[in-house]
């Protein structure tokens, strides 16, 4: 017997077919959301507190990063900055003397490299703990170089630590880090300032800091003694600026550290020059030695003044929060 409420479910079911075919007939209205903004931290050893200056005057300005990529010792701020430490980074670059710096240098010339790295993990792992990159509050990537194969790639899982360290492990100076099977040194390698990195994690605007921008004809003098205290030469001769200066030839220490930077140097006018930031940051720091770890203070204003005078390109980043990507699709057209 006919049932009287086939034709009623034949009616809701037509209804439903016509509303579904309107809904795949209508182009989906853009979703609104905050315009995300990136910061892309290089690499530069010692010069990097650099950076800590310079994310410091962001927040006195309301600028705030939601992705942060680091390279080398741009991986140690950027990590700490994302894992909502930067404040406890600072006091500890604060706090270091000639004296301190060189006892976190455990040098090993037995190792994969002259320093083992071992008291730089213990003092890192004081500071972020076991805390996983996955789990922070920010978005973060650290940049580093698989040993095998020369790839490039991004740590955006996993141990902050072991990707820090991953990342700054400088070839010849630093022993490589072991993770999952495979051996990694510093990304500076291969990206020195990761602007592309923030773009692939979704910046809509990306600002990139080089510490190492005006470091051209500059050595860096590391004393032949590596054997005794005193090995790395914490007073150089960085103030003498003219070729030949010094008679006496550079030591192997001192050819790796000359060698990897002007690789580096190369490496991110080339890499800046094809993906170009929205705002560049250029910090005046090379009279600066790249082991001088403890001039901090000053490297942390030398941050804070490459800031400020990049203030007129970052206006636009201080309200960013309150506008979205359609809001800008829409003034552009």
Not at 111 to 135: F, P
Not at 272 to 296: E, K, T, W
Request: glycine fraction near 8%.
């Amino acid at each position: 017997m006919f049932s009287p409420k086939i034709p009623e479910l034949a009616a809701s079911i037509i209804r439903k077919n016509a509303r579904d075919a309107l809904d795949a007939a209508t182009p989906d209205k853009p979703k609104k959301r905050r315009l995300r903004i990136g910061v892309a931290l290089g690499a530069g050893a010692a010069r990097g507190w650099s950076h800590i200056g310079i994310l410091q005057e962001f927040a006195a300005h309301d600028i705030v990063p939601d992705i942060v990529a680091g390279t080398s010792i741009g991986a140690v701020v950027g990590g700490c900055y994302a894992a909502g430490r930067l404040d406890l980074l600072s006091d500890f670059a604060l706090s270091l003397t000639k004296r301190r710096v060189f006892g976190l240098m455990d040098l090993s010339l037995s190792g994969g490299g002259l320093v083992a790295g071992h008291k730089l993990k213990k003092a890192l792992d004081e500071a972020l703990g076991s805390l996983h990159i996955e789990d922070l509050p920010k978005r973060f990537a650290a940049v580093t170089t698989e040993i095998k194969t020369g790839h490039e790639v991004w740590l955006r899982r996993g141990n902050l630590v072991e990707a820090i360290r991953a990342s700054y492990a400088i070839p010849g100076i630093f022993e490589p880090v072991q993770i999952d099977g495979r051996w990694f040194f510093d990304g500076a390698l291969v990206n020195p300032v990761p602007v592309t990195i923030c773009r692939a994690l979704g910046a809509d605007r990306v600002i990139a800091v080089n510490v190492m921008s005006d470091h051209a004809s500059r050595g860096t003098i590391i004393d032949d003694s590596l054997g005794r205290e005193g090995a790395f030469d914490w007073d150089r001769q960085q103030t003498a600026k003219d070729e030949g200066s010094s008679s006496s030839a550079p030591n192997i220490a001192t050819i790796m550290l000359d060698a990897f930077n002007i690789a580096q140097d190369r490496i991110s006018r080339s890499r800046l020059a094809g993906d170009p930031p929205d705002v560049l940051i250029n910090a005046r720091n090379s009279h600066v030695g790249l082991f001088d770890f403890h001039r901090a203070e000053e490297l942390i204003e030398i941050g804070r003044d490459a800031a400020r005078r990049s203030l007129d390109d970052l206006s636009e980043y201080r309200d960013l929060s309150a506008r979205t990507a359609t809001d800008t699709v829409q003034s552009a057209a």
